[in-house]
């Protein structure tokens, strides 16, 4: 068994990715999350975000403005 990297286990967090995976890369992600305090803190982040976002914009954004947001946010991170 072989754990997910960092920059995996980050690009599969921001792109929402465990909801849908298979349990056994929901298993590995959580097991690294559990052991890396880095990954762990994005993706406290990443949620504490959400949950601002969801509080500020309670009107849903239109499916297009959705993904060009999406779009760009994988564009950034994937130059980190």
Same mark, same amino acid.
């Given at each position: @068994?072989?754990?997910?990297?960092?920059r995996? &286990? /980050?690009? !599969?967090?921001?792109?929402?990715?465990?909801?849908?995976?298979? +349990?056994?890369?929901?298993?590995?992600? =959580?097991?690294?999350l /559990? @052991? !890396?305090?880095? !990954?762990?803190?994005?993706?406290?982040?990443?949620?504490l975000?959400g949950? %601002? +976002?969801?509080?500020?914009? /309670? &009107?849903p954004?239109p499916?297009?403005?959705?993904? %060009?947001? #999406?779009? =760009?946010?994988? %564009?950034?991170? #994937?130059?980190?």
């Amino acid at each position: @068994m072989i754990l997910p990297s960092c920059r995996e &286990v /980050s690009r !599969c967090l921001a792109e929402g990715e465990p909801e849908n995976s298979p +349990w056994h890369r929901r298993l590995l992600v =959580r097991l690294h999350l /559990s @052991m !890396c305090a880095h !990954c762990a803190r994005f993706a406290r982040q990443l949620k504490l975000l959400g949950l %601002a +976002w969801r509080e500020r914009f /309670s &009107v849903p954004l239109p499916p297009e403005r959705l993904e %060009a947001l #999406k779009l =760009r946010l994988l %564009a950034r991170l #994937k130059h980190l």
